[in-house]
Structures are given as C-alpha cells and as structure tokens.
C-alpha cells in the first residue's frame, strides 16, 4: 500500500476532531490507570523505607515485622502490581499509535498488541458532553506542534521529532528526581541507623532491605532513561538532519512510517512519570517543544526561499 501523507493543515484540523480527540483521551486515561499501580506501589515501597527506620529507632521489636513487611510488599510489586500496571500502559501507547496513525493518514504499520476496538474506546471516554470537557481539562486540543507553513511530510516529521524530545525532557527530569530523593532518604536512614546504634543484623533488616531494592529500581530507571535518551537523541537527530536537507532532498513517506514504528515502540516501553510531576513539568516543556517546532520549520523554510 502506497502512503502518501496529507496536508500540514489537514492534519492540524483532524488532530482537533472528536473521533481523534477520543483517542488521546483513552490515552491519558490508560496511562493515568497505570500510574495509579506506579503510585501505590511507590507509595507502599516509601512506607515501608521510610516507617522502617523509624519504627525500629523507636522501638527495636518491630525490626522483623518490619523487614517481613518490606519483603512482601516487594514480591507483589514485582509479581502484580508491576505487570497490571505495564499491561495498561501498553494500552496507552497503543491510544497513542491509533492517534498518530489516524492523524498523519498513516496506513497500520504493523499489528500493535493489545489492541483497542471502538467499544474499549466509548467505555473508557463515555459521553459527548463529558468527552468536551475532558477535551479542556486534559489540554488535548493541538497535541503537536502542527506547523501549516511546511508540507504534510515536513509538518509529521517535526512532531514525530517533537515527541521525542518532549518524551525524553519529561523522562530526564522524572528520573533525576526520583534518584535523588532516594539517595537523599538511604543517607538520612544510614544516619539514623547510625544514630540509633543499630546492630548489624537490625540495620540489614531495616535500614538495607527496605531501602536497597527502591534505590536500585531508582538507579536502573535512571540507566534505562539514559539509554533510551541516546535512542531517542538519535532518531530526532536523524529526523531533524532530514527535515534540513528537505528542499535538497525531500522527506520519503517509508521514511516517516520507520520513524513511526520506533517512535511507538520507545514511547511502550517507556517508565511512567506521576500525573502530579507531569503537569508540573509540562508547561516549561510543551513551550521547549513548540519552539524548537516553529524554529526547526522556520529554518526550512529560510533555506527554500533562498533557493
């Protein structure tokens, strides 16, 4: 099948229509579904960190119970919350493809699993009147940074390289965070341990069990964003160079279908930022994004005129 990609401002209009719009809000509540397993097991692993130290600095009986707790509580966060919460997230990324897809007039690149059928999508969307409002609080009118004064191979590329940059800004800073505090409370619970003149055995259950498997989590998402990073960075580097060379040598629609299917599978397995540092972070990098957007066409279309 022959793709041929559609026009800038065509794909400005159908990202605003409902039939997309649906697809986007599925998205945001799948995700929002899978944070809310990321956050109740962080919650319980930050319990258990944090009281664990605590509690036994207070009272050295309940050191073992503590310990049993911290070990528990991490088998079913690696047993069942980790694989309902990765199951939704899949679905999220797949709302996203369905999106993109239909968006940029793209035929299905390839069978994306799970899939989402139509009454998935009006359970979890509900109303037209609910869907509107949804629409508005969730900021879904204008996901991309359509630019109209490009051609349509040129406007999908900078999104798809837009995404890219966006995704990983929010993945560098989430994990960036979450290292640091847990570095910052395994030196503060080292302290109190100290402080509390633990026996060896009382600071292995309490201060190194609960503690060592959160920070090592914390240190392999950090590694994991990283190396992801460097995927993205090179796929928008890629995409970039060939929206620059574009008037010499035009974009082809193979190339951007490529670019696609990377880009979802990045965006599946990527690490879920919480809703609450993701709308914090998301003013300062949605205007990163759009400048970069307005800024990369701009430069094009320079180079055109002076052709």
């Known amino acids: 099948m022959t793709y041929t990609p559609p026009p800038a401002d065509a794909i400005a209009q159908a990202q605003n229509d409902d039939v997309n719009l649906r697809l986007l809000l599925v998205q945001r509540r799948l995700y929002s579904r899978a944070k809310v397993w990321s956050g ?3 919650l319980g692993v930050g319990l258990v960190a944090i009281g664990a130290p605590i509690a036994t600095a207070l009272s050295s009986d309940v050191a073992v119970a503590a310990a049993t707790t911290a070990a528990v509580w991490f088998t079913l966060n690696r047993l069942v919350f980790g694989p309902i919460e990765a199951r939704s997230a899949a679905l999220g990324a797949t709302a ?3 999106f993109d897809t239909a968006i940029f007039g793209m035929p299905r690149i390839a069978v994306r699993t799970p899939g989402l059928i139509p009454e998935e999508v009006r359970r979890l969307t509900g109303g037209k009147i609910g869907r509107k409002k949804a629409y508005s609080n969730e900021s879904l009118r ?10 349509g191979a040129v406007a999908i590329a900078i999104s798809q390289r837009a995404n890219l940059a966006y995704s990983q800004t929010l993945l560098a800073r989430n994990a960036a965070f979450w290292l640091a505090l847990l570095v910052t409370w395994a030196a503060t619970a080292v302290g109190i341990g100290i402080a509390s003149d633990f026996d060896v055995l009382t600071f292995l259950l309490v201060i190194v069990l609960p503690i060592l498997p959160p920070l090592l989590d914390a240190v392999d998402e950090a590694l994991r964003v990283r190396s992801a990073g460097r995927e993205r960075r090179a796929l928008a580097d890629v995409i970039q160079a060939s929206v620059d060379a574009h008037a010499e040598i035009p974009i082809e629609p193979d190339q951007l279908l490529a670019w696609q299917s990377q880009l979802f599978a ?3 397995d990527s690490p879920l930022v919480p809703d609450w540092l993701y ?7 949605e205007d990163e994004m759009n400048d970069a957007a307005s800024t990369i066409a701009a430069d094009l ?7």
């Open 96 to 98: 996203q493809e369905q």
């Open 301 to 307: 279309n320079r180079k055109k005129d002076g052709k």
């Open 40 to 42: 109740a097991r962080g």
């Open 266 to 268: 990045l965006r599946r």
């Open 279 to 285: 709308w914090l972070l998301r003013p300062r990098t």
């Open 142 to 151: 204008n996901w991309y940074p359509i630019q109209v004064d490009v051609d």
